[in-house]
């Protein structure tokens, strides 16, 4: 979530301009240059499902079938690459957006959204759920779905996906409870530690190999992925992988939050997240026990 380097930024600036004016605005796409999309599959959030490894339902997608997902965004730069980089090529993901970052690049994901993507849910500050007391987690997913929904101006998908993919038996049951499915990750591309285009590419394709299908893992906010997205459009094209489109049959039903309570968790989540040894335990008080969401 830092700002994007000056260099990054301008081979970013290139990257966005070295693509047709018809990709940038999104229309006049032609399905046959890029790898579009082989599948749109509505998909019913009652219940809570999961979808990924290693709960998710392994036949949902089939042999050679692939979705595209990106977390951690959005940030100017990156993201518009990859959108200009998709629009391009004729093809949606699912973008998991960390609700600060919605609410200070609303622009943004409005445009993910206009652009016909699936904006799920990746909480509002991006914390480890599990280092955080019950009702402070929900009360992250609440206020991340709904500074997401505010941002694109529209209704959203009841998607979630945890921060650094950590659950807990709370959590899944209050989201099992919200019927909001649960994004796993059946292909991690692993693009924010590896930053050569290159090597990541060729990591998505090995497991790929060996998996034959499943959800790709990406963050929309490392310059080195916008720059890696054609290449590895280009490869699994080359190599017969087809795209799914995932849109949920019903959109996420939002809680208000106020800005009040959203300082509030903030607050709290700095608290808890800092090193156990500082403060012994993070106990539920009476006062968060009774936190709405
Ligand atoms: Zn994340």
Redesign the pocket.
């Known amino acids: 979530m830092r700002a994007v380097g000056a260099v990054w930024a301008c081979l970013l600036a290139s990257a966005v301009a070295a693509l047709p004016a018809a990709a940038q605005a999104d229309e006049a796409c032609d399905p046959s240059k890029g790898i579009g999309v082989a599948r749109t599959a509505d998909v019913d959030t009652r219940g809570g499902p999961w979808f990924g490894e290693p709960f998710g339902d392994p036949d949902f997608l089939a042999p050679g079938e692939v979705v595209l997902t990106f977390?951690?965004g959005p940030l100017p730069g990156s993201t518009s690459v990859i959108l200009a980089t998709l629009a391009a090529e004729c093809t949606k993901a699912t973008f998991?957006v960390?609700g600060q970052m919605a609410a200070a690049h609303p622009d943004l994901v409005k445009a993910i959204a206009d652009q016909g993507h699936t904006v799920g849910g990746?909480t509002w500050s991006?914390p480890n759920l599990r280092r955080l007391a019950p009702a402070i987690a929900r009360a992250q997913i609440e206020i991340g779905f709904a500074e997401a929904e505010k941002a694109a101006g529209q209704p959203i998908a009841p998607f979630f996906?945890y921060?650094?993919l950590s659950s807990t038996p709370a959590t899944v049951a209050y989201l099992r409870g919200r019927d909001i499915a649960q994004f796993a990750v059946d292909i991690d591309s692993s693009d924010w530690l590896i930053r050569s285009a290159q090597r990541m590419i060729q990591r998505v394709m090995t497991k790929l190999e060996a998996r034959g299908r499943g959800i790709i893992l990406l963050?929309d906010i490392h310059p080195s992925t916008a720059l890696a997205i054609r290449g590895l459009l280009a490869r699994l094209k080359e190599k017969g992988y087809r795209i799914v489109h995932l849109r949920p049959a019903a959109p996420v039903q939002t809680l208000v939050v106020s800005e009040l309570r959203v300082r509030a968790v903030a607050r709290l989540t700095r608290f808890s997240e800092r090193p156990r040894h500082v403060h012994a335990k993070v106990e539920e008080t009476d006062w968060t026990r009774n936190w709405p969401f």
Do not use: A, C, G, T
């Open positions: 977390d951690d998991f960390v990746h991006h996906r921060p650094y963050h």
